[in-house]
């Protein structure tokens, strides 16, 4: 984010008395008629003693014209000097206006957003694409988002706030506008009456005897100039001020779109910036999952493979190798061929036996026979 800067306006250009006259609109029929009042009242002046009392006081209402539109205007002038005492003492602390709690709520919020930016949430090489925070940090981050709402929220209530008071200032610009403009019409109408009266009273001495002519130049004469200077110079000022006025004005115009671009563009930025940084953090725990899930199934396709070539390695070796080991057959053939060794000797050996127990039992049976015929005898 590029770093706030703040220009002040210009200065309004000092308008000078010369030009004052001309810079409201008048048309030519009003300006003909001021001109024939003021030669009317400059003949009737002529027509006067200068010595009676109504000589006086014509004198005299040439000194208090536009008195009161004079009066009026400067008003305006003091009800402007206001303002800037205000933006004084709100720099010494002893208030605010609606500018410098906009300006103050404008650096507020540049400082949150910052603060905020998830280009600036972490430092060193835990950051995705570089921008984004993840891990602890951006847990981090969030937490400190969340508890920051309550704060951003309060900045942009203030923010509305002083632009709800920049546009009831402008609103009574707009009034003081009205009441300055009236009063420089009036006025510029007295500045073209003053100048016309001023060349008619110009004739009246020129055909004047001298004590008449001397009477009109000191008295009357210098009082239509001396009116018209102040007329010129009040109005002048009065410009001057219409101009500041809508100078001001417009600034209030243009901080009223700060503030709109502020609470809507810059914090739908943060925001945006915030659901950016959750989702590509989210992205990358699936990211990170889908990855250790393939290695895990890489590890299994590598681990059946391995399974497979011990297992049919060993079972090529089964089916090459005999069924029953060698030595082990011979082994068994041995018993065999003993055991029917041994079998033959036994029947060998139990031969011989046989016929000595059968010759042993003939024998018993032959001397038992003697004593089975002696008993059958002696039963009979």
Do not use: C
């Amino acid at each position: 984010m590029s770093d706030l800067v703040l220009t002040p306006p210009a200065p309004v250009t000092p308008v000078p008395a010369e030009t004052a006259a001309t810079m409201l609109p008048m048309t030519d029929e009003r300006a003909a008629e001021l001109a024939a009042k003021a030669r009317e009242f400059a003949g009737e002046l002529g027509g006067i003693d200068p010595r009676s009392p109504e000589f006086t006081r014509k004198v005299h209402d040439i000194a208090s014209m536009g008195d009161t539109e004079i009066r009026s205007a400067s008003q305006v002038a003091n009800r402007m000097l206001k303002r800037p005492v205000a933006a004084l003492d709100a720099a010494r602390g002893e208030g605010a206006d609606a500018q410098g709690r906009v300006a103050s709520g404008l650096v507020a919020l540049r400082r949150t957003v910052v603060d905020l930016d998830p280009k600036q949430a972490a430092s060193g090489p835990r950051r995705l694409l570089g921008l984004i925070p993840f891990g602890d940090r951006l847990r981090d981050y969030f937490a400190r988002f969340h508890s920051a709402q309550k704060h951003l929220d309060d900045i942009i209530r203030a923010l509305r706030s002083g632009q709800d008071e920049l546009l009831r200032d402008n609103a009574a610009i707009e009034g003081e506008k009205a009441n300055l403009w009236e009063a420089m019409t009036r006025l510029q109408e007295y500045a073209v009456m003053a100048k016309a009266m001023d060349a008619a009273l110009e004739e009246r001495i020129a055909v004047a005897d001298e004590t008449q002519a001397t009477v009109l130049r000191s008295d009357a004469l210098f009082a239509v100039r001396q009116k018209h200077q102040d007329l010129l110079t009040q109005l002048a000022v009065s410009a001057q001020g219409y101009l500041a006025l809508d100078l001001v004005r417009k600034n209030n115009l243009e901080l009223s779109k700060g503030v709109d671009r502020a609470t809507t563009t810059t914090v739908a930025a943060l925001r945006t910036a915030v659901t950016v940084a959750q989702a590509l953090a989210n992205q990358k725990l699936v990211l990170d999952q889908i990855t250790a899930l393939n290695a895990t199934t890489s590890d299994l396709i590598l681990a059946t493979s391995e399974m497979l070539r011990t297992q049919a390695g060993a079972i090529q070796n089964q089916a090459a190798a005999t069924t029953v080991d060698l030595d082990t057959l011979r082994q068994a053939f041995d018993n065999v061929y003993a055991t029917m060794d041994l079998i033959d000797s036994f029947r060998a050996k139990a031969v011989d036996n046989m016929a000595v127990t059968v010759d042993s039992l003939s024998s018993e049976l032959e001397h038992a026979r003697t004593y089975l015929d002696r008993a059958k005898e002696a039963s009979a």
